[in-house]
């Protein structure tokens, strides 16, 4: 099992900047990427950046040019920078670890709101 545990949520204005962390914790051996999901309300869960092992970063289109998937300096942490945020970037967003044997798991999830 791999637990997953999101922190840095919370309110910002449009045009802000948050970081998220994300830090995974139990058997990662089989865990070949880590990466950052988010479900608008109403909306289906959508993947915003992913990290391989081998330090390979994936975006979505919409969120490459102002996003940024990193490692944290704590193993088995990753980070999200997220700068120049929109109103439509307010989601619930997702941690999530896979493994080589076709496996999702996921963090419970931290809230980011973009208001003015």
């Known amino acids: 099992q791999v637990q997953l545990v999101e922190s840095g949520g919370g309110l910002v204005q449009p045009g802000g900047s948050l970081r998220l962390s994300c830090a995974a914790s139990g058997n990662m051996v089989a865990i070949y990427s880590l990466g950052w999901y988010r479900q608008a309300p109403e909306k289906q869960r959508e993947v915003v950046a992913t990290i391989t092992n081998l330090g390979t970063t994936n975006y979505a289109d919409s969120m490459k040019d102002r996003f940024t998937i990193s490692r944290g300096n704590v193993r088995n942490t990753i980070i999200l920078q997220m700068n120049s945020l929109k109103f439509e970037d307010t989601a619930v967003y997702y941690c999530?670890?896979?493994?080589?044997?076709?496996?999702?798991?996921w963090g419970k999830g931290t809230l980011v709101t973009v208001s003015s």
């Open positions: 999530n670890a896979a493994d080589l044997h076709g496996r999702n798991y």
